[in-house]
């Protein structure tokens, strides 16, 4: 069994930053893929930043330029550093890894998600 654990969610100002982190722990496995998404109130919940096998990276348009996501497969963990935090970024945030464990076919896993506030 893979559990996904995130931190570093917070109240912080608007222009202020935060960084994220998830934790991949339990049975064996190898990262295939990993992304970040947010959901806000009353919203669906959007695919925000993600790095496929390959390494590439991929943002969405609202947090281009402003969010970096990167990972350290050594521990097993990836981070999302956010700056130039704006209010409408206010959401509960959540770790995806995408995993092969026992069989050949990648498995995806879910974070508990951490919220974010940006106040104005």
């Known amino acids: 069994q893979v559990q996904l654990v995130e931190s570093g969610g917070g109240l912080v100002q608007a222009g202020g930053s935060l960084r994220l982190s998830c934790v991949a722990s339990g049975s064996s496995f190898r990262i295939n893929a990993m992304a970040w998404y947010r959901q806000a109130p009353g919203k669906q919940r959007d695919l925000v930043a993600a790095v496929t096998g390959g390494g590439r990276a991929n943002y969405a348009d609202s947090v281009r330029g402003r969010f970096t996501i990167s990972n350290d497969n050594a521990r097993n963990t990836m981070y999302l550093q956010m700056s130039s935090l704006k209010p409408e970024d206010t959401a509960v945030y959540y770790c995806?890894?995408?995993?092969?464990?026992?069989?050949?076919?990648?498995?995806?896993?879910w974070g508990q998600g951490t919220q974010v506030t940006v106040s104005s």
């Open positions: 995806a890894m995408s995993l092969y464990t026992s069989s050949s076919i990648p498995s995806n896993y």
